[in-house]
């Protein structure tokens, strides 16, 4: 993989959202880092800046429609970046045509073997105590993200019409659920626990609409879950064939949808296995990042890292950490910011 000199100045490094570390299999990064959400703050924009003086940026597709969105300090998102790793199936409605692109989720990245039923739940075979199980967490934008308004008239046909025993994972308040047959109600839990529920779950129910990059439906397949999924979902659908589950469109169909998905000889694993993984996923965002800079080398080794690297003069109050960031790889200057929103 190309790598530029590199200088030592003093560094921050911790989660900090919307910016995304790209990074080798030791965290070293490679002149390249993702930007996965709007710019709300004007810290967000500070970091951005100073990003863009020594990382070349491509944008990610994970939160909601963004780049499309109208949210936060800047009006266009599309220019900011060098390219876009997305997950719609009809990308020219986010999405200048214009602009380089691929069909490329953070989703796509989980680790198989990390995510297994034995390395979570100790067996390759682990006991089923629920036909299926929805996650959503309280509060008005899980609700939304979640489809909630659509969960709770699917639960109802897929409880009482089905007769399968669900679990709803992640709160406990539930104000507007009239029933509760056959439905088991748990509140939030570590991540490794929600996983061990997935994994003692027959099939994952996935209503959701605006969800743009669900790692809990590829964490399902590594898991050997099917999953019955949202057919309008905005990302995700593409994890979604006859070796993995089923689509279904409203309350109407779905007790049909979830008959045939818990019936159907599906082996998501090894599906997952076979086409995503850190591996592939790596191979796919090297090779674009390749056709976007010529000197940067497809590679196997590539992670996306939420540990972002930061400048420490970006925000004073980031623990400093002594380390290294790559010299600018790039020749041009970074693409104009568009407007700000309220400025015409």
Not at 209 to 233: G, T, Y
């Amino acid at each position: 993989m190309f790598r530029s000199p590199r200088i030592q100045v003093a560094l921050t490094r911790r989660r900090v959202w919307p910016f995304l570390g790209i990074v080798d299999k030791d965290g070293r990064d490679g002149g390249w880092c993702g930007l996965t959400g709007p710019l709300r703050r004007q810290v967000d924009l500070d970091i951005y800046y100073e990003l863009r003086r020594t990382f070349r940026i491509v944008g990610f597709s994970s939160h909601v429609t963004f780049p499309a969105v109208k949210d936060g300090l800047v009006k266009d998102y599309g220019r900011l970046c060098d390219g876009w790793c997305h997950c719609f199936r009809q990308p020219d409605d986010y999405i200048s045509p214009t602009l380089p692109r691929a069909l490329i989720s953070e989703s796509d990245f989980v680790d198989y073997q990390a995510v297994s039923p034995q390395t979570i739940c100790g067996s390759s075979a682990p006991q089923k105590d629920f036909d299926f199980i929805y996650v959503c967490l309280p509060g008005r934008w899980a609700e939304i993200t979640k489809n909630w308004a659509l969960a709770k008239a699917c639960l109802y046909r897929l409880c009482n019409d089905l007769g399968l025993k669900g679990l709803l994972l992640g709160r406990w308040q539930i104000l507007d659920l009239p029933f509760r047959r056959n439905l088991t109600i748990v509140g939030d839990v570590p991540r490794r626990i929600a996983l061990q529920y997935v994994g003692r779950s027959r099939m994952l129910f996935v209503p959701s609409l605006m969800d743009a990059s669900p790692r809990l439906l590829a964490e399902a397949l590594c898991m050997d879950v099917p999953i019955l999924v949202n057919h309008k979902i905005l990302g995700g659908w593409k994890y979604v064939t006859q070796s993995t589950g089923t689509f279904f469109d409203s309350d109407e169909d779905v007790a049909q949808a979830a008959a045939q998905c818990l019936s159907s000889s599906t082996d998501p694993r090894a599906w997952f296995h076979a086409n995503y993984g850190p591996v592939r996923s790596s191979l796919r965002l090297s090779s674009f990042l390749h056709s976007l800079d010529g000197d940067f080398d497809p590679t196997a080794s590539l992670r996306l890292a939420h540990e972002a690297v930061l400048p420490s003069g970006a925000n004073p109050g980031f623990r400093l950490n002594p380390s290294g960031i790559t010299q600018p790889v790039w020749l041009r200057p970074p693409p104009a910011l568009g407007h700000f929103q309220g400025d015409e």
